[in-house]
């Protein structure tokens, strides 16, 4: 059971457009929801990440838009650049206790063309 | 400089074979964890200490074997290596949220 569900799978953009991520969760017990982004060969690292408290969260460039009640949250990035060209992954996650644990979708491929 | 840092970078090696993954963390964090990869990129936990006590254990195969010396540091000891186990492993370590996530390792069993 997926439970966290993430599309596209992948993603062509031409610079300067808007990107968009959807992630759809079951769970409601989870109460973080963060964006990581990874480049070939390096580790994920955090993007920007939001808490169902609020419905959008805005830094720089990228945007988390979160809807509870119909359990999705996407990332929106704005004036794509090509060295946005990585895999996003969405997860989330319950507690901020030591046995927090990251549940992620499977990731989009973001190409940027120039 | 680096915050949580793996070694090796690369290992390949036979079938049947035991290896180590070995982790450490600059940042002063209290929990630790395994990941690993897939080819198709798919992220899983494994593991995950805090201050040195096994917390999460997600049902991986007891050919897996974390130790945790200190709270710095995270191992993971990988028996009897099958053709499956070829992944890239991360480990990340965490206060609270957010993880940060070493380099990775590129495990691959011929």
């Known amino acids: 059971q997926q439970q966290v569900k993430q599309s596209p799978q992948s993603l062509i953009v031409q610079k300067g457009g808007i990107s968009i991520i959807n992630c759809a969760y079951e769970n409601t017990a989870f109460d973080y929801f963060p964006w990581y982004q990874q480049f070939p060969g390096k580790g994920p690292a955090l993007l920007i990440a939001?808490?169902?408290?609020?419905s959008e969260k805005k830094e720089g460039r990228f945007t988390i838009s979160f809807n509870k009640s119909a359990k999705q949250f996407s990332l929106h990035i704005m004036d794509s650049q090509p060295g946005d060209s990585a895999t996003y992954f969405c997860?989330?996650?319950?507690?901020?206790?030591?046995?927090?644990?990251?549940?992620f979708g499977k990731g989009t491929l973001l190409t940027v063309n120039p | 400089d680096t915050a949580v840092s793996q070694t090796p970078k690369y290992l390949v090696t036979q079938m049947g074979n035991d290896k180590s993954i070995k982790c450490e963390q600059n940042?002063?964090?209290?929990?630790m964890y395994w990941y690993k990869q897939d080819s198709k990129k798919f992220l899983k936990i494994m593991f995950s200490?805090?201050?040195?006590?096994?917390?999460i254990n997600e049902t991986v195969p007891n050919r897996f074997s974390p130790k945790s010396p200190d709270k710095a540091h995270l191992n993971l000891h990988i028996n009897s290596l099958e053709l499956g186990d070829s992944a890239v492993y991360f480990c990340a370590s965490s206060q609270v949220s957010p993880q940060y996530f070493g380099p990775g390792t590129r495990l691959l069993v011929l």
């Open positions: 997860a989330a996650s319950i507690g901020r206790g030591s046995n927090y644990k990251l549940t």
């Open positions: 200490y805090n201050n040195k006590e096994l917390i």
């Open positions: 939001i808490r169902p408290d609020v």
């Open positions: 940042l002063g964090h209290d929990t």
